[in-house]
């Protein structure tokens, strides 16, 4: 391994993507979306057309924390990027920002409030049109963080970004909630999963529809401990049942989320 990025005026890294049809294209969202009150900020997000060898600043430097980067992929020109903002207080520079020309110019298609930022956003592996955002209430203070609220939730589209609904019901908790991790399974669109904090309400819901029906499968904190620091899971590309949890520990399931596991590293 060798550093790619040192020589950048950001160094702290909340999401790296790869282009599905053109590996030579990375893109880097700078600011850390895992919170406690000490983390670094980014200056927005940037761009490699060789690999990591050369990047160029691409904008969104007001949007402090990019915690997931989604990329289109058929064409590498269409990137989404999910940005929670400085969380210190209200902003504008926050929600889900979408590319069409490669990151020459940027629209905010998705924003709810200016208390809320985009904590995750996940693409059917079958529709790039089909997203699902999970957006995040957050105010941090030296003192503590004040996590959850009202804007708190799923969003989803079916254009693109042009148009979103705000996903309720359908066996999802009810608001208030907090910090939102979502994941399309790569191997089937029909199957997405929702890490959601909401106290003693639940941790993992599944749909198997795609989005429309929501169960909640899994109460144990160990898939989310530490919820505003962590809140992320990824689902293995050719197993719709296998996920893993990154928290305090790492957690997996090999059924969906029915049962999960705490692993342990030897040694």
């Not at 702290?12 to 406690?36: F, L």
């Not at 069409?100 to 809320?116: I, P």
């Not at 160990?222 to 049942?241: G, K």
Request: with cysteine; hydrophobic share 30%; charged share 20%.
């Amino acid at each position: 391994w060798y550093p790619v990025f040192d020589k950048e005026d950001a160094q702290s890294i909340g999401s790296i993507a790869i282009a599905p049809s053109a590996h030579n294209i990375v893109w880097v969202g700078t600011g850390e979306t895992w919170i406690r009150s000490d983390v670094s900020l980014g200056d927005g997000i940037y761009k490699s057309l060789d690999g990591g060898v050369t990047w160029k600043h691409m904008g969104l430097e007001k949007t402090g924390r990019i915690g997931r980067i989604v990329i289109d992929p058929q064409n590498p020109d269409i990137v989404y990027a999910a940005a929670v903002g400085t969380a210190y207080g209200p902003q504008q520079e926050r929600g889900v920002y979408r590319t069409t020309d490669g990151g020459k110019t940027w629209n905010r298609v998705l924003f709810v409030d200016e208390n809320t930022g985009a904590s995750d956003l996940t693409m059917d592996p079958g529709d790039p049109d089909h997203l699902i955002a999970g957006m995040w209430q957050i105010d941090i203070k030296t003192w503590g963080r004040k996590s959850g609220g009202p804007g708190s939730g799923l969003f989803e589209t079916h254009d693109g970004g042009d148009h979103w609904t705000r996903l309720t019901g359908h066996g999802l908790p009810p608001s208030p909630v907090g910090k939102i991790a979502v994941n399309f399974a790569p191997s089937d669109g029909r199957r997405v999963y929702a890490l959601i904090e909401t106290g003693q309400g639940g941790t993992l819901w599944r749909s198997d529809d795609g989005g429309a029906d929501w169960g909640v499968v899994n109460y144990s904190r160990l898939l989310n401990e530490r919820p505003h620091y962590y809140t992320r899971m990824l689902v293995m590309p050719d197993n719709e049942n296998e996920v893993y949890f990154p928290s305090n520990g790492v957690s997996v399931t090999f059924d969906g989320g029915e049962t999960a596991d705490h692993m342990h590293c030897p040694g």
